[in-house]
């Protein structure tokens, strides 16, 4: 029996640390990455609690609400954790509160105190024992109601967000971080010397990439769907053509980042860089209702944005294709300019 040599350990201990150091994107990203994360959830949940209650009000005209005018009894509006947002009219509420785009929803006019909720949301029925308690002291009732029609289910709402989230990293790393792989141990070095072009190469990477996106898409869907029986209001063709939408434009993003560098680690960093904020940012897990107009702005510019906006008004409001084109049309064209500038600094050596 060989005991294990501590000078080979040492000395491979030692070679990978230099392997690290010399790579200076890779070294430089380890220590930029976390840093502009922190700085970036930084201003987007600046002085804010992740738990806060949304509370629509309605009817308002303007940009905010002016409580102190309302029926809205004072102990409840000076509350802590609860943002109140301005509805123009009840249908608006309605239709967000129902998309759990809102907690509860309150009629700022109401001597009864009218309130909103939609029984399937956890959120609601804490914001809703908030707005109970603030009455205890003046001995009064709040009338309570529910939003008309079919509820939809917390799980409805997520469930589009989590399909898209995995198609997000399965076509980022799926495609960026693989074909860097590639590069480095000298595979794309050998397809070179074949009459294969860079095109072909990366058309067939995509295809590839998407014929397994929507196979998992189809097969997570079935087996879900078999448990939880969601609710789909809208055309299950035109669903899947929004995916298909998506994961091409997914794909093609991470396409741009395969068409150039051969450092895996640095590779993951910017993976992480892009997948991170979109992930927060695009509503997969919660509404951004009452967010600043910058982050609703920023995350307009996410492709995960609009594809999650999409399917879910297919799935919940019977959306037709007409009134999804704006969000098709976007991906499709990010799309082809992704596409594009992949195919013009694609390299295979470097």
Known sequence: MHLPSFQRIWALFVARNHEFFRDKAAFGWNFAFPFLLIVGIGLVFNHKDLQHFKVGVFPVSSDAVELAETTIPKPFYESEHLT???MASYKEGERKLSHHKIDLLLDATSRNHTYWINDSSPSGALAEKIFIASFLAADEVADKQ???GEQIRYIDWLFPGILAMNMMFS???GVGYVV????KNGTLKRLKATPLTAFEYLTAQMLSR??????TLLIVWLGADLIFNFQVQGSYLLLAFIFLLGGLNLSSIGLILAARGTSEEFTSGVLNFISLPMMFLSEVWFSLEGSPRWVLMLSDLFPLTHLLRAARMVMSEAATLRQVQW??????FSTLIFLS?????????E
Do not use: D, G, T
């Open 84 to 86: 109140f947002i301005p």
């Open 146 to 148: 529910l939003i008309e």
């Open 171 to 173: 076509a980022l790393w």
């Open 180 to 183: 860097v792989r590639y590069r």
């Open 210 to 215: 998407i014929f397994l996106l929507m196979f």
């Open 327 to 332: 969000e098709c049309a976007i991906l499709l």
């Open 341 to 349: 500038i992949a195919a013009k600094i694609f390299s295979w050596n």
